[in-house]
Nanobody, 133 residues
């Protein structure tokens, strides 16, 4: 069973930076999609950034130019570098993993758009990010 765990959430001031980390275990496959989503109370979980095993990435429009997703294959660790944070970035951030998903990779690579949450099967418990002015 794939296990996913996020860390790195914190309270920061507007304009600050944070790096979220996600570790995934319980699988040995090289074919994957991974992503970061966020959610605030009473709203739908929205996609932030995603990366496929060919290193192609996709971002939500609201974070382009500020957030960077990356993956360390040797450590099976996913990162989200968040710069120039805004109060609107306040949310619980979730890491998501999907294995053997050609459609997810096509979405990221060909469409260059963020896959929805339905593309992912394995989720972490979330880490809170709070941005205050």
């Amino acid at each position: 069973q794939v296990q996913v765990a996020e860390s790195g959430g914190a309270s920061v001031q507007v304009g600050g930076s944070l790096r979220l980390t996600c570790t995934a275990s319980g699988y040995t496959y090289d074919s994957y999609c991974m992503g970061w989503f966020r959610q605030t109370p009473g709203t739908e979980r929205e996609g932030v950034a995603a990366i496929a095993d060919d290193s192609r990435t996709a971002y939500a429009e609201s974070v382009k130019g500020r957030f960077t997703i990356s993956h360390d294959d040797t450590k099976k660790t996913l990162y989200l570098q968040m710069n120039n944070l805004e109060p609107e970035d306040t949310a619980t951030y979730y890491c998501a993993v999907e294995l053997f998903s050609p459609r997810c990779k096509t979405h990221i690579g060909a469409l260059r758009s963020m896959p929805t949450k339905s593309y992912f099967s394995f989720w972490g418990q979330g880490t809170q990010v709070t941005v205050s002015s």
